[in-house]
């Protein structure tokens, strides 16, 4: 079984990148809210658990969280392995994740980084745009109005929400990128990082993280 854990801070395409290479790849995605989500549908001992955190507005503890994506490494689809999207978030998850894989005798395989300097990241992230009427969407350099500050199909003003504005998205990178950092030197120290430059466009990305789990190569077999 291959676990490959896939990082990356808010804005750098590291969840566009996930769905890429599952299906590159053929592995399952496996990210955290899925399965906060599936477990609780599904009335599991642990989503239910997981549930009672949620209504109260608080944070999943990480060994209920672990143990769903235990439970998942279990499912018949993951077999051959697994890409964990936006887990672990931090250093105590990182080591907690480690010390559970170990008891079944499994550990991470890569941690890949999809890395993306902390200007650009913002610039992504406060370039959204919505309608006033209906909500369409826009950003101000990927996919901009004909005509600024208007809608291009009902005409409508654009306007901002309160958090794509850059003080409130420059406070949420201060405190996501800390964490975030302290989990690549984890990564780092255990020999197992790769990175590779967000900055390119989408399909260069995914070649670039393709290129830096090889050799493995009948994962290539599955287009």
Same mark, same amino acid.
């Given at each position: 079984m291959r676990i490959l854990v896939l990082l990356g801070a808010p804005g750098a395409g590291k969840g566009t990148q996930a769905h890429v290479l599952a299906r590159h790849l053929a592995l399952p995605r496996v990210a955290t809210g899925d399965l906060f989500r599936a477990a609780a549908r599904d009335g599991t001992p642990l989503g239910i658990a997981a549930q009672a955190y949620m209504e109260r507005g608080e944070l999943v503890p990480d060994e209920i969280t672990i143990g769903m994506l235990l439970e998942r490494l279990e499912a018949p689809d993951a077999g051959r392995g697994v890409i964990l999207d936006g887990f672990p978030r931090n %250093?105590?998850? #990182? *080591? #907690? =994740? *480690? %010390?559970a894989l170990a008891d079944r005798g499994a550990a991470v395989d890569a941690a890949l980084l999809v890395d993306v300097p902390a200007d650009? =990241? =913002? !610039? %992504? @992230? /406060?370039? !959204?745009? @919505?309608?006033? #009427? #209906?909500? $369409? /969407?826009? $950003?101000e350099t990927a996919y901009p109005p004909r005509v600024p500050g208007v809608c291009d199909i009902d005409g409508s003003a654009l306007v901002q929400r309160d958090d794509d504005r850059p003080e409130v998205v420059q406070a949420r990178l201060d405190k996501q990128l800390g964490a975030l950092a302290d989990v690549v030197e984890h990564y780092r120290a255990a020999g197992l990082l790769r990175t590779v430059d967000g900055r390119r466009p989408i399909a260069a990305v995914t070649s670039d993280l393709l290129d830096a789990i090889e050799p493995i190569p009948y994962w290539r077999s599955h287009p």
């Open positions: %250093r105590p998850q #990182a *080591d #907690a =994740l *480690d %010390r650009e =990241l =913002l !610039r %992504r @992230l /406060t370039g !959204r745009w @919505l309608c006033s #009427a #209906a909500g $369409h /969407t826009y $950003h």
